[in-house]
């Protein structure tokens, strides 16, 4: 059993098209972290949300942590094939001192 | 901007033999991990090291060991290779637990 669920599990979109992913759990989370992972590279952080309700934004990006803590999402404005990756989110989950990945959302942007 | 280096992009091994990858980070990172990663398998912890010397055993340490003499180095000992440990090894630092810098990774091939 995943302790944090990613869906969709696979997404591709055309370019200039907007897309959520989103990533869940039953635990409420400390901290999560969103990374992007391009082929054959490990993965980049990309963000960390702490505070419930908390929205962030990198350019085209917007990074939202759900008010109970419990769920995070992704949202792409006009995504752009350098966007194409494998968007992971990770969260520490409250009492255990453990980072858990999720299993991932796999992106592709078509030109 | 931290970098974390791996010793290897790409190594083939064959069954049996001892295989030794490297970490090293230069951003003076007490923690220090190796994870694996698979298809549909995500990432999971190997083994993770919080100090010189101290280890602590992940999800999946049998088959492992580790070894951290200094701290900004971090070496993964596979002590007999099998077929089953051909992966994606990723290395990552971090100063907090979460927030970690990956590395671009070791795919290792065991024949």
């Known amino acids: 059993t995943q302790l944090l669920e990613q869906s969709p599990q696979f997404l591709s979109i055309q370019e200039g098209e907007n897309l959520t992913v989103y990533c869940n759990s039953s635990s409420v989370f400390s901290s999560l972290q969103w990374y992007r992972q391009e082929p054959g590279e490990g993965p980049v952080l990309l963000v960390t949300?702490?505070?419930?309700?908390e929205v962030k934004k990198l350019k085209r990006l917007t990074f939202q942590f759900g008010d109970a803590r419990k769920d995070s999402s992704l949202h792409i404005t006009a995504a752009q094939p350098g966007d194409t990756g494998l968007y992971l989110c990770?969260?520490?989950?409250?009492?255990?001192?453990?980072?858990?990945f999720g299993q991932g959302t796999r992106l592709t942007i078509n030109p | 901007d931290v970098k974390v280096t791996q010793s290897s992009r790409y190594l083939v091994k064959r069954t049996g033999e001892k295989v030794f990858l490297e970490c090293v980070q230069d951003m003076d990172h007490e923690n220090m991990f190796w994870y694996r990663q698979d298809p549909g398998l995500g990432l999971r912890l190997i083994y993770f090291s919080y100090d010189v010397k101290m280890k602590e055993k992940g999800d999946i340490p049998e088959g492992y060991s580790v070894s951290r003499e200094k701290k900004e180095r971090f070496s993964l000992i596979l002590e007999s290779a099998s077929t089953n440990q051909t992966s994606m090894y990723l290395c990552?630092?971090?100063?907090?637990?979460?927030?970690?810098?990956f590395g671009p990774g070791t795919r290792l091939t065991v024949t």
């Open positions: 949300v702490v505070t419930g309700g």
């Open positions: 990552a630092s971090s100063y907090q637990y979460y927030e970690q810098y």
């Open positions: 990770a969260a520490i989950i409250q009492g255990a001192q453990k980072l858990v």
